[in-house]
């Protein structure tokens, strides 16, 4: 038997009702004439007895590929956002978040490099990147930063990655003060 399981239906299995984009969804799967048969139904019409003798159930969040399309690649992922969100700033601290996020992308092969110029003294190394989702050029500038600034970026990436992914996106980010001092 070859296993195979659909992707995520476009209307409720109960009501027939088209899902909306993020809406949440139960999703089914039953053994039918040896072959998987997925369902999906929208949470508020989901009853536990319209899963008996499933083989699997699960919840899901319906993304609707043609509102998906429609946004910034960098909305899926958090690391993505707080990296582009960064790299606008003029702040020492963000500006070193920024980097330290591009390298953590690089790592995830998200990103990938390009070129890295390291130019005479006084001047910034530069690192151009790609990013893989929407082939979109990125240079990253390292304009020399100290131990210090790098520790302050690395802890407010942290930070940040924890309250997105905890989905606390509502709440304001707190924003750098500047004042770290160099070693």
């Given at each position: 038997m070859e296993i195979r399981i659909g992707k995520a239906a476009r209307t409720c299995a109960g009501t027939e009702r088209a899902f909306e984009h993020g809406e949440f969804v139960v999703s089914v799967v039953r053994l039918e004439n040896q072959a998987l048969v997925r369902q999906d139904f929208a949470k508020s019409v989901y009853a536990p007895a319209t899963a008996?003798?499933?083989?699997?159930?699960?919840?899901?969040?319906?993304?609707?590929?043609?509102?998906?399309?429609?946004?910034?690649?960098?909305?899926?992922?958090?690391?993505?956002?707080?990296?582009?969100?960064?790299?606008?700033?003029?702040?020492?601290?963000?500006?070193?978040?920024?980097?330290?996020?591009?390298?953590?992308?690089?790592?995830?092969?998200?990103?990938?490099?390009?070129?890295?110029?390291?130019?005479?003294?006084?001047?910034?190394?530069?690192?151009?990147?790609?990013?893989?989702?929407?082939?979109?050029?990125i240079e990253v500038r390292d304009p020399q930063l100290t131990l210090t600034e790098l520790e302050a970026g690395r802890s407010l990436l942290v930070e940040e990655l924890a309250r997105l992914e905890n989905g606390d996106e509502g709440v304001e980010e707190p924003e750098s003060t500047g004042d770290v001092k160099a070693n």
């Open positions: 008996e003798g499933a083989l699997a159930v699960w919840e899901t969040q319906y993304i609707d590929p043609n509102v998906a399309n429609q946004e910034p690649a960098e909305s899926f992922s958090p690391l993505r956002r707080i990296f582009y969100d960064a790299l606008e700033s003029a702040d020492r601290v963000q500006l070193a978040k920024a980097y330290l996020a591009a390298q953590l992308l690089r790592r995830q092969k998200v990103f990938r490099l390009v070129k890295e110029s390291e130019e005479g003294e006084g001047f910034a190394r530069v690192a151009l990147f790609t990013d893989r989702l929407n082939n979109r050029l």
